[in-house]
């Protein structure tokens, strides 16, 4: 048997300095860690399934006020409304407005969506808004997580299937497990030869995605005019494929912008020679125009358009687009008439489209536009965008930073 070594006094204190030690370094990593950071409170049952609306209310009153900063329109996953305010998402009941759970970090949330059936949270951290937190919607447990560079301000989307995180100089698209399907623009490093970045000083003015295809209008400082470019995932994230399309005679500052994206197709709108929603194929090719009597004066961004069952609405300020959702055809238009003013793009609700206008929200046929009657909601007058969502016989309104439940 082979005699052990002799342990010497110095070798039991040196043991005993590095035990200390690696206690004292794991102690500062929690300390400091975003686990430490985090406060998570679930659900004790999963929300429950509201009974689909047979009929469109004939009356509807407030049944909840909760502020929701970090939302632009309201989002609804897993029958919960989820607010965002400083750190902290939270699912609520959409009846009452309860918070069923919540998730809270140290920081300022930089945006709130969703994807499949997860809230997704996006928080910053030194190299922009790109620590990214999903929460199962029905009951708040924890879900994918993923970080990585980004703008210090960012435009969330979701199509439901993918979300699209949008800076000034990048953007990101994510599928259900967080994982990165597109990167486009720059980086704080080239990491290999070929990546494709934007020009220096190039600025993404908006964009729009789908699963299968991402929209972005860019203006570069050696080029007079903005492009379109389209681009498609491919097998690394960061090499996509790439269309660009010249938009002649179009400024940075001219107010044009990407406003949906389909399959196969683009909505655009753009100010010469005559305003006007440009519908573009997936080769670069005009394939219809929409005129309009004026020039959008709503927001750049998703809070200006809906998918709403099978049509897709472009609130302008003025006037609803509706398009088919599929083709993106030109259907009809609903124009303000008086002092119905339309506040919002569309939602539906028992086969009946609903837009928000300064009187309350306007019931429409969803086929012809046709106007069928007013439920009055009364609003400050301070509020002048507004986007809906409906869950069951409640409908939701996002008003500037308030999220409001109106219910019979």
Known sequence: MVKP????????????????????VAGVFWWTSDSRATEQRSATEPLPTPAKATEVPTG?????????PATARPVLVGNAVISGEGGTMAGRDPVSGEVR?????????????YVYHWAVGVYPDSRGCGQVSAIKGATGGRGPTRTSY?????T??????TILSAGDTRLEQWRTDLVRTIAFGEVDARYKPGHIGLGKGCRLLSAAATASSTAVLQACPDQADVKLTLLKPADNDDEPTVRDVPQPGVTADSGARVVAVSSSTTAV???????????????????????LNE?????????????????????????????????MRYKYSVVAAGTDVPLGPATIMADKLLIPLTGGIGVFDVKTGIKQRLIPVARPASVTAVTLAVSGSTIIEQRGDQLVGLGA
Not at 9 to 19: F, K, T, Y
Not at 60 to 65: A, F, G, K, P, V
Not at 156 to 161: C, I, T
């Open 5 to 24: 070594e002799r342990r010497t006094r110095g070798d039991l204190i040196a043991a005993g300095v590095i035990a200390v030690v690696v206690i004292l």
């Open 60 to 68: 509807l009153r407030e049944l909840w006020q909760a502020a929701s």
């Open 101 to 113: 759970w919540s998730y809270r970090r140290d920081r300022p949330l930089c945006g709130v969506t």
């Open 150 to 154: 980004a703008d210090k301000t960012v």
């Open 156 to 161: 969330l989307s979701s199509d439901g299937s």
């Open 269 to 291: 709108y753009v100010p010469t020679p005559k305003p006007k929603l440009s519908i573009i194929d997936e080769n670069g090719e005009e394939t219809a125009a929409v005129l």
């Open 295 to 327: 020039p959008p004066t709503s927001p750049i961004g998703p809070t200006a358009t809906s998918t709403a069952g099978s049509v897709l609405t472009w609130w302008t300020g003025r006037t609803v687009v509706v398009l088919s959702t599929d083709t």
